[in-house]
């Protein structure tokens, strides 16, 4: 079943567990159900599944209403303002650090763009054979939006991490991991900048 911050919460001081037991016996990083108590974080569906099932085995059991509300409902009860956005899960982390609006309309043009680009046919080599260096030419700018989409999808849930560093896409000197160089492609791979992949880019990438 689903289980809000709240739930979580009380379901485990009313079985008397601190958080590094219940963290402990679920698997579950301790400060991952830490924040997702908190409501900062939007814990995966399979560890909700595994948090819930394991206080009904320690004789948890949730409220009537409860067992009968629909998501959104309980989402919207839960005062630490987890919200429900477009169908996303929107921590409240998410919701006060980053401009929610934004994020939403970034993720449904890039869902648009990634379509088109799918339909896009690909150039042809001599006597009509797939030319794969410039196939992944051609897909680079798409797979560069998946990627964004991914990055935007944990934002909201409260998963995303800053960078480390600070990487200038014309500094190469300050690509140093592949995390890096992947940030570097996505922050190119906007929609308000456009994208050069060059050979060297590209064999960087594969």
Known sequence: MYMTPDMASEARQS???SQAKAAKETGINRAYLSQF????????????????TYYVS??????????????EQ??????????????????????????????????????????????TELERGF??????????RQSMRALLLMARQFQIKQILHGHHEPHEREVNIEETSSIITVGDFIEAMIIRAKPDRAIEISEATLDEAV
Not at 37 to 52: A, C, F, I, P, Q
Not at 58 to 71: M, R, S
């Open 74 to 119: 309980l989402i919207n009860n839960d005062k630490h303002s987890l919200n429900i956005a477009d169908g996303f899960v929107v921590s409240s982390e998410a919701t006060a650090e980053f401009i929610l609006e934004e994020l939403l309309d970034e993720y449904y043009e890039n869902s648009d763009e990634i379509a088109s680009l799918q339909e």
């Open 15 to 17: 079985l008397n567990l």
């Open 58 to 71: 320690q004789g948890w059991q949730p409220t009537p209403e409860q067992a009968k509300a629909p998501v």
């Open 37 to 52: 108590e908190s409501g900062k974080r939007v814990l995966e569906d399979n560890l909700l599944e595994t948090l819930s």
């Open 127 to 136: 006597f009509g054979g797939l030319d794969s260096d410039s196939a992944m």
